[in-house]
């Protein structure tokens, strides 16, 4: 009897030596041209059944927009309000219902990439997985980010599950030779 639980014990611990670990995102900045520069801690390879290196999947999220005119900033003076809402919630398991984008990093101990070709004032859910030859290992938890970009500002908004993300950025814009206040808030 001990002989068995040792064996099926021994068997256990060998299978998960070679299970595919989680890399963990840990930051994501803005980029000029438009881009991410996005890090993360990697992930554990043997020699066996060697990890190949990372994949980065993006997503876009779908989001509602609304704008209204409110008195901003207490003051007696109008302004456009534009609220802008993720319609599919952040959650560390489901990912987003849309089609991703996928860039390959074929290196084990690269731990970071670059990454083009994105638009501004567009909200991205971004995961990364590790790969092997023949299976793809689980994913991240989500970072959800966008670069705003206006006439007057330029900031990028980053949210991850459990952190509450509401942002509000003041400008001014001329609308028609009129000065308006403008303030536009986001959430994740």
Not at 97 to 118: D, F, G, H, L, M
Not at 142 to 168: H, N, T, W
Not at 181 to 186: A, C, D, F, K, R
Request: charged share 25%; with cysteine.
């Amino acid at each position: 009897m001990r002989r068995g639980i040792f064996i099926l014990c021994l068997s256990k611990i060998i299978v998960s030596a070679y299970e595919i670990g989680v890399p963990k995102i840990t930051s994501v900045s803005a980029l000029d041209p438009v881009g991410f520069f996005i890090q993360w801690k990697g992930v554990t390879s043997f020699n066996k059944d060697p990890v190949l290196g990372y994949k980065i999947r993006l997503w876009k999220v779908e989001e509602d927009s609304q704008g209204y005119l409110k008195l901003v900033n207490g003051e007696e003076i109008p302004g456009l309000l534009l609220e802008d809402r993720a319609l599919e919630p952040v959650d560390k398991v489901k990912t987003p219902k849309a089609q991703p984008r996928e860039v390959v990093i074929n290196n084990v101990s690269t731990q970071k990439a670059k990454v083009y070709n994105v638009n501004y004032n567009t909200l991205y859910e971004i995961r990364i997985l590790a790969y092997k030859m023949n299976e793809d290992g689980p994913l991240s938890e989500p970072a959800r980010v966008k670069i705003m970009k206006g006439d007057a500002y330029f900031i990028l908004i980053q949210k991850r599950p459990g952190e509450d993300c509401a942002v509000s950025i003041a400008t001014n814009v001329t609308i028609s030779d009129e000065p308006y206040y403008h303030l536009e808030t986001v959430y994740f």
